[in-house]
């Protein structure tokens, strides 16, 4: 087995990070901030001229879409080449990823006309998705949605409530699941529905994050300030809009959001958290921390736990390269990186003792408060995108062949 990158693939690592070197300037950087700052509620520019600009050079080189069909607007190259580009900027940053933008779902479940029209435009982010799927009662328990879309003819009629659906502000498209049939047992009657946010009848309203106040710095490994609730009041769609056909969303949704989890994302994001108290504990010159043996173990320790989150994204990447069967692999990691997350915040709020708790704009703050917000952030990522627990129950099932739980007779019968 060899775990190195081809020569090709080397070659490409080195011209984006070259590319990374001169082109993600402090301008670039700051329009992330900017673009944060819309994300928590300001009213600037959520993609400023500079990001722009970075975006169109990256479109130029191909490098936006590098594992995607050429008919699609990709580069039919290979998916280890695109993570290769993800991790670069991820690590300063940017997520330029596809991961969570709906284009691996619509690639599994659209039609050609679908894919014609989205994947192009997603590759250049002219169309972004919100990810409508949580409901205030059904969460974890996502069969139970209430959200119901009812048939009128070649159209759908939608009214219900989502929440927690991040971005939706800035996005300009939502991924929703409703249900289409309630005669149906649970899972099978519901469907997975494509459009535009800006369909009439659509509200979206803010509901803010931990993060929110004080604002995460840069480099917080998620933290998101904003999500939304976004309300559906007689929303009229065209059944074009059904992604991978009525009543079938239950599958298209469990496949498409496994396929979402593939990428940089998790990886990068697990060893960020590790090599930023690395880089700090080099440079302070308090004492007592970089030659503190039981510090120097730990870290140690930590770095080379997120290591097994790359081999387990560099497996998933293989076997998404070579169309086999990916059923549960994308859970599993879902439960390893944020739980390794928890795990390094927690022991960096050990190391750094009272510092730990000082978020950003505190003058005593260490490095503006990122160890801090990470805490914060890394028990939200337990629970988004599909609880931990949730995930493990799928890992059972889907990857270790277990049966569901059985259900429990209520006392007395
Ligand atoms: C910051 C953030 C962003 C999000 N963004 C989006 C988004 O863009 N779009 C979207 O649709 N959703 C989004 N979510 C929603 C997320 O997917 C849900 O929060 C998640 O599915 C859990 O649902 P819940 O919050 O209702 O918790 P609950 O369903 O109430 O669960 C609470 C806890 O109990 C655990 N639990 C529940 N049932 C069981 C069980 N049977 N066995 C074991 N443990 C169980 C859960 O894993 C969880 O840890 C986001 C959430 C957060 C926090």
């Not at 999500?227 to 298209?252: A, I, P, Y």
């Amino acid at each position: 087995m060899n775990f190195g990158y081809t020569p090709e693939q080397e070659e490409l690592r080195r011209q984006v990070e070259a590319f990374v070197q001169e082109h993600v300037t402090p301008d670039v950087l700051r329009d992330k901030e900017a673009q944060d700052d819309v994300m928590r509620g300001g009213t600037g520019d959520p993609f400023g001229s500079h990001m722009r600009e970075l975006y169109r050079k990256l479109l130029d080189r191909g490098w936006l879409g590098i594992a995607y069909p050429k008919e699609y607007g990709g580069q039919g190259g290979d998916r280890i080449s695109q993570y290769i580009v993800e991790e670069a900027f991820m690590r300063v940053g940017l997520n330029i990823s596809l991961s969570g933008s709906g284009a691996p779902a619509i690639m599994a479940a659209g039609t050609e006309e679908q894919k014609r029209y989205y994947i192009p435009r997603l590759i250049s982010r002219e169309i972004t998705f919100a990810l409508g799927f949580t409901e205030p009662q059904a969460g974890a328990d996502l069969a139970g949605l209430r959200c119901r879309a009812t048939r009128d003819g070649d159209h759908f009629v939608i009214n219900g409530q989502k929440i927690y659906t991040t971005s939706g502000h800035l996005s300009t498209h939502i991924y929703l699941m409703a249900r289409t049939d309630p005669t149906l047992p649970k899972r099978e009657g519901l469907s997975i529905f494509i459009f535009p946010l800006d369909t009439p009848g659509v509200t979206v309203r803010p509901l803010w994050s931990i993060q929110n106040n004080p604002r995460a710095p840069l480099g917080t490994t998620y933290g998101e300030a904003r999500t939304n609730e976004t309300f559906f009041d007689n929303v009229r769609v065209h059944e074009s809009t059904l992604l991978g056909g009525e009543n079938k969303g239950w599958k298209v949704a469990a496949d498409g959001l496994n396929l979402d989890r593939v990428g940089a994302f998790r990886y990068v994001m697990s060893v960020r958290r590790d090599e930023d108290i690395v880089n700090w504990l080099k440079e302070t010159r308090l004492e007592g921390y970089a030659d503190n043996p039981a510090i120097r173990d730990k870290v140690a320790e930590l770095w080379t736990e997120a290591q097994v989150c790359r081999l387990m994204t560099m497996r998933s990447m293989s076997i998404v390269q070579r169309g086999r069967d990916f059923s549960y692999e994308g859970a599993a990691e879902k439960v390893w990186a944020p739980e390794h997350g928890v795990r390094t915040t927690e022991a960096i709020t050990q190391m750094l003792g009272p510092y730990a708790q000082l978020l950003r704009g505190s003058p005593h703050a260490v490095e503006e408060g990122v160890f801090a917000h990470n805490v914060l952030g890394a028990f939200q990522s337990g629970v988004n995108h599909g609880g931990v627990q949730i995930m493990r129950d799928q890992v059972a099932r889907r990857g270790l062949g277990m049966p569901g739980p059985r259900r429990q007779k209520a006392a007395g019968n």
